[in-house]
């Protein structure tokens, strides 16, 4: 059902199954929440009461939810840190961190095409199936399943720009590139080793779902108290 499709919605728990090759947006839809203000008191009065028994001042909240009550929570943590500052309450400072919903990362890997084994998986060669539905540098299409999965075409034709079949592919009968010069060499070119002296960015914590802000290592997690709003 999903192969002529160039986009999946999923609405709620029904289906949260991935997808390789298309991109995937999920509703949860929106739960109207009365309760807040009483639920934001009931929350400070905890935390006062263990603060107390510690003989401490300061509380962190990590803030994490069911998505249906996403819209609600930015307010919850305002109604905390209001009730909890002067003049309201003296004594007791509380700091709320709130979870979020984690970022599209892997829409760039998508394959345009949704051809028949049309494409490299990876989409790392360059390789297309028409002129329409681009991988990578333009190629004619020599029939509908052209390239296969495990593919990776070369140029094999140093004299015209023609499309040709690689012969050294995986797949005799897949596309080749356009032939210029340029491409073959760039395909002959070895490549630049990785600078050492990049950084890599530290990975977010995912609890429950959501992404936790960067400065919540695992080792400062356990300093944490859990809020969790959501169905039981």
């Known amino acids: 059902m999903h192969l002529n499709a ?36 009931q929350v400070l009065k905890e935390c006062r009461h263990s603060c107390h028994e510690k003989e401490e001042e300061e509380e962190n909240i990590l803030l994490l939810y069911q998505v249906k009550y996403y819209h609600a929570m930015q307010a919850l943590a305002e109604e905390l840190r209001k009730k909890s500052s002067p003049p309201n309450y003296a004594g007791l400072s509380l700091h709320v961190e709130i979870g979020k919903i984690p970022p599209c990362t892997a829409v760039k890997n998508v394959l345009p095409s949704m051809q028949a084994s049309c494409c490299n998986n990876n989409n790392s060669t360059t390789t297309s199936c028409s002129e329409q539905s681009k991988c990578g540098e333009e190629a004619t299409s020599k029939s509908v399943s052209c390239c296969a999965s495990n593919s990776t075409a070369v140029p094999v034709s140093k004299e015209t720009n023609t499309d040709t079949c690689s012969s050294s ?48 290592t ?15």
């Open 6 to 41: 160039n986009i999946l919605i999923h609405f709620g728990h029904a289906c949260l199954s991935h997808a390789e090759k298309l991109p995937v947006l999920y509703s949860f839809g929106l739960s109207h929440w009365k309760d807040l203000e009483y639920c934001a008191a």
């Open 169 to 216: 592919s995986s797949s005799p009968s897949c596309c080749g590139v356009k032939s210029t010069s340029a491409t073959l060499n760039s395909s002959s070119s070895p490549s630049k080793p990785a600078s050492s002296s990049t950084s890599i960015p530290p990975t977010p914590i995912i609890l429950g779902g959501l992404e936790l802000p960067k400065h919540i």
């Open 218 to 232: 695992k080792q400062s997690l356990s300093t944490y108290k859990l809020l969790y709003i959501g169905d039981p």
